[in-house]
């Protein structure tokens, strides 16, 4: 194996698990304020259908962006409303938006199962994307991977040096103490699980118009549900979820290469490769119960009205 093999590698990587950073740290988001949304994965389709359309009619990528982060926060909404307004079960409600999301997305997308798009033209810099190795590996992406980069820089500003960030997890911590000293409560979580729900709308757009331009249905192929395993992997920080989904990309895409290794090893094996390191990752984490306790928000999953308390 060659250096242009392993930046090819490499490369590869980064653009496997962008999706999952934007919809990991969108959920991130969610659960901090307290409310966890098991509906990532129909949300990433919603978005994804959407932002494809929207390209499909109109070619311009900023529409797109903003239909898929439309669509996925009015798939967020739809949960806003039942868990936080009417306190139906966060989970139940989580997976019913998941099962919604499939279906309206398969058909939305039944005209555009033969559509292809042209893609997402990676940015050059003049000079520096042409440095031999470090030239492609840091300046050969498109904008949307380097977007994900800016957000999570605005997240960890946002969670660790902001008054609202702090307001947030004090929220997700005690929402009985939050409503105490004032805070909208409510309000407060309704942003946060809309946020999380844009969040996943871009991942959805950028699987569908950048990583693969065409639409097939069901796509997203597990990866919300992995989005969601990666917040738990990563012990609720910024950090730690780019890291998770790099790892998850990797995996991604070296079970593409392990057959041209020389490896004979059946497909359907390595199709479940990246899964399988996510369900072994989650495994050693749930062994630390202490990991768990002390890093997740007090209140995640339960509900709260300010009329109970």
Not at 92 to 110: C, Q, R, V
Not at 186 to 195: E, K
Not at 246 to 267: A, N
């Amino acid at each position: 194996m060659n250096w242009d093999t392993v930046i090819n590698i490499l490369v590869a990587t980064i653009a496997a698990g962008t999706p999952l950073v934007y919809a990991a740290l969108g959920e991130l988001i969610v659960e901090k304020s307290g409310v966890l949304n098991l509906g990532v994965e129909g949300m990433m389709l919603v978005g994804a259908i959407s932002g494809f359309i929207t390209m499909a009619v109109t070619g311009s990528l900023i529409l797109a962006i903003s239909a898929g982060m439309l669509a996925g926060a009015l798939m967020a909404l739809i949960f806003a409303v039942l868990t936080l307004t009417l306190m139906a079960n966060q989970v139940a409600s989580g997976l019913a938006l998941t099962i919604f999301g499939t279906g309206l997305s398969a058909f939305m997308g039944i005209k555009y199962t033969s559509v292809a798009l042209d893609g997402v033209s990676d940015l050059h810099i003049p000079f520096l994307s042409d440095i031999p190795v470090l030239g492609k590996l840091i300046f050969s992406f498109d904008i949307l991977v380097y977007a994900s980069l800016l957000l999570l820089a605005g997240i960890i500003w946002f969670l660790y040096k902001s008054r609202a960030g702090l307001i947030l997890k004090a929220v997700g911590e005690s929402p009985k103490s939050g409503h105490a000293l004032g805070y909208p409560v409510i309000g407060i979580r309704y942003l946060a699980v809309l946020f999380g729900g844009a969040m996943a709308g871009v991942g959805g757009v950028y699987l569908a118009i950048a990583y693969t331009p065409m639409w097939v249905e069901g796509m997203v192929a597990g990866r919300g549900w992995v989005a969601l395993a990666l917040v738990v992997f990563a012990t609720w920080r910024p950090m730690r979820v780019m890291v998770g989904a790099y790892l998850f990309g990797g995996v991604t895409i070296v079970q593409f290469h392990i057959q041209g290794f020389g490896f004979e090893i059946p497909s359907q094996i390595l199709s479940m490769l990246p899964y399988l390191a996510t369900i072994f990752v989650l495994v050693l984490i749930s062994r630390d119960k202490n990991l768990i306790r002390l890093n997740s928000p007090a209140s995640l999953g339960t509900t709260f009205h300010p009329e109970n308390n």
